[in-house]
C-alpha cells in the first residue's frame, strides 16, 4: 500500500462513518481489510501502523478536519470527523508524505 492509498483511505474511512466518533483501531481495521496495510502487531496487541497513523490523523487534527475525542485506556485513542468539506479541502491540497510502512 502506497502513501497516497493510505491517505485516500484514511478520508474515506473518517467521510463513510454515520458515527463520528472512530478508535484509531477501527481505522487500522479498516486499513489492514481493505487496502492490504500489513497486520502484525506488538505483543500489547496494538497493530504496528497504529504510530503511523496517528502521525496522519494529527494532521488531519491540525488542519480542524477532526478533533481528540479521548483515550480510551493507554491503548487506543477516540477522534471525532468535523465536517466533510475539510477533508475534500485536504486531499486537493495534495498527498502528505506519510508512509504506514514506516
Known sequence: MDTISSEKGIVEFIQNRSN???LVSELCQYLIKNLQAPSDKYQSGKYKIYPNV???LELLLNSGSLEFAGDKGIQDRYYKKI???TYTTEIESGP???SLFD
Open 20 to 22: 463520528p466518533v472512530f
Open 54 to 56: 496517528i502521525r496522519e
Open 96 to 98: 502528505k508524505q506519510i
Open 83 to 85: 465536517s466533510k468539506e
